[in-house]
């Protein structure tokens, strides 16, 4: 009935799939737990992970070659035997112990897809506050808020899907690099016209980013969103950063953003370091940075 689906690299998954098996066995379901690895180089989580194929009904696999998060998450589309999918982040954990039942109880005919929502742990080092913060904020949002804005508020990290609905649509494989691809997906959904069910069964988010390395990836991000954007891949209205950026240009106002983020970089950067960062300054460094890229690019 469901196929546990969990790509991962240099990343101990273990504990994961063994709390997610235990819970399948007392839910008494047919189940497969597929854990796919994308040519990781850390010796001490393959070492780890390979006790996974010690457990029922679990299986631990490891790629030639890194092909990343696209084409991993399809190929254990692929090797699901199961007509549900269950799709996990390595770094997740579930936030309660009837995670699976939850999932269970809401699958039925009318269904396609279902997303639990995102958790974060309540405390967090002084080194990764931004990432828990926009997080905390950002992410890990109400019900009732999520069901206001189905499919912007969708998040890759853990959610289920119909197989014969995930072949329709799979991850594309041809966006490269990182960042938004969950905005793709849940575009793709929209598009698709494919209902999108959000219930309360978070994930907790575990292994969060350095300010500074989180910083970097935002960076990464942009400049795919940027690549979706110009490809016509994504709608400028899916996005509120794509929104708001599209109204900056269309008032010319874009050089104007560029030139403050050039001159205030270093000032912003200092917030978003330190102990206490706004995510008002994160919003106006993301935005600047997304106008010096159009600016290079036009």
Not at 17 to 39: F, G, P, S, T
Not at 105 to 118: E, L, M, P
Not at 243 to 257: H, R
Request: aromatic share 14%; hydrophobic share 40%.
């Amino acid at each position: 009935m469901i196929s546990i689906l969990i790509p991962t690299y240099n990343y101990n998954v273990f504990p994961l799939v063994e709390n997610l098996q235990k819970q399948c066995e007392v839910a008494v379901v047919a189940y497969e737990i597929i854990v796919l690895d994308d040519a990781s180089t850390d010796k001490r989580s393959l070492e780890e992970n390979s006790k996974i194929n010690l457990l029922k009904q679990c299986s631990f696999q490891i790629l030639d070659k890194n092909i990343g998060r696209s084409k991993i998450r399809n190929q254990l589309a692929e090797k699901a035997n199961y007509n549900w999918l269950l799709f996990l982040d390595a770094d997740t954990f579930p936030s309660n112990s009837e995670f699976i039942v939850k999932y269970l109880d809401a699958f039925s005919n009318k269904t396609s897809v279902i997303f639990g929502g995102i958790a974060y742990p309540e405390k967090n080092s002084k080194n990764f506050t931004l990432r828990h913060k926009y997080g905390s904020e950002r992410e890990s949002l109400p019900l009732a808020e999520r069901r206001k804005s189905p499919y912007k508020s969708f998040i890759t990290m853990g959610f289920a899907i119909k197989k014969v609905v995930f072949e329709k649509i799979k991850f594309n494989e041809n966006l490269a690099g990182y960042g938004y691809e969950d905005s793709v997906f849940g575009y793709e959904l929209k598009k698709n016209n494919i209902a999108l069910l959000h219930i309360d069964n978070p994930v907790i988010h575990l292994n969060l980013e350095t300010n500074e390395v989180f910083i970097k990836k935002s960076e990464l991000a942009l400049q795919n969103l940027m690549n979706f954007y110009w490809s016509d891949v994504i709608d400028e209205e899916t996005i509120k950063i794509l929104k708001t950026y599209s109204k900056l240009k269309k008032w010319n106002l874009l050089f104007a953003i560029s030139g403050f983020f050039k001159v205030f970089r270093k000032l912003m950067l200092k917030n978003l370091n330190s102990t206490k960062p706004s995510l008002f300054l994160f919003d106006l460094y993301r935005l600047g940075y997304l106008s010096c890229l159009k600016s290079k690019n036009a």
